[in-house]
């Protein structure tokens, strides 16, 4: 079956700090693949996304690259900001249903 | 924003009890889905609907059912809810973006059974 692994949290940064976190997957066919982002006390936001090998998504200076040769998708930001800090979750969907990581919690520090 | 609202968000109740969680949308969007958060296992899915009616389970079904009756509203219900069922739960629509499929997610129910 799918299944998503993310790196162990929580991860702790000063602002302006580089940010990678790590996900990669297993997937029986060739899945769409998601970060999102939830804020305290609210839902899931749609972060980015990548629907094929070698696609980049990005959005908000959040980047992340379909990699299908290590079977991965990390998350990076070159500058964390303290309003960064969340819960990110990686995901994949291959038949409309979305398996996802167990989380990564990050706090940003000034 | 597609248009979710859930309800309630807060609810705290007993062993035993049934209880059901509503997810309404106002897009018109087919495919709808139900999910639990808890710590250490990000989200898991529950149950889906692909249609008025149409319904299919997820990877963690038992102890639920679900009823979509309308297109803007799928049902979660707890028959007889217990401790392991204290949760968050999210609900979903699955809708296209710039030709692509995306899920969106309400804001949650944070359930308590005592």
């Known amino acids: 079956g799918n299944s998503v692994t993310q790196m162990e949290g929580p991860v702790t940064l000063s602002e302006e700090a580089f940010l990678t976190i790590n996900c990669t997957y297993t997937?029986?066919?060739?899945?769409?693949l998601f970060w999102y982002v939830q804020y305290p006390g609210e839902g899931l936001q749609l972060l980015l996304k990548?629907?094929?090998?070698?696609d980049k998504g990005s959005n908000k200076g959040f980047e992340a690259t379909y990699r299908k040769e290590t079977t991965s998708f990390h998350l990076e930001k070159g500058s964390v900001q303290v309003s960064d800090s969340a819960v990110y979750f990686c995901?994949?969907?291959?038949?409309?249903?979305?398996?996802f990581g167990q989380g990564t919690i990050l706090t940003v520090h000034p | 924003d597609a248009g979710i609202t859930q309800s309630p968000r807060h609810k705290v109740t007993e062993t035993g009890t049934p209880v059901t969680l509503r997810c309404h949308q106002t897009?018109?969007?087919?495919?709808m889905y139900w999910y639990r958060q808890d710590p250490g296992h990000g989200l898991r899915l529950i149950h889906y609907s692909y249609g008025v009616k149409d319904t299919d389970k997820g990877e963690v079904s038992d102890g639920y059912s679900v009823s979509r009756s309308k297109t803007e509203d799928f049902l979660l219900t707890l028959e007889s809810a217990t401790s392991s069922q204290t949760s968050v739960y999210f609900c979903a629509i699955s809708a296209k973006r710039n030709l692509q499929e995306t899920q969106y997610f309400g804001p949650g129910t944070r359930l308590l059974v005592l």
């Open positions: 995901a994949l969907s291959d038949d409309g249903k979305l398996t």
């Open positions: 897009e018109n969007h087919r495919y």
């Open positions: 997937a029986t066919g060739y899945p769409s």
């Open positions: 990548a629907t094929k090998a070698d």
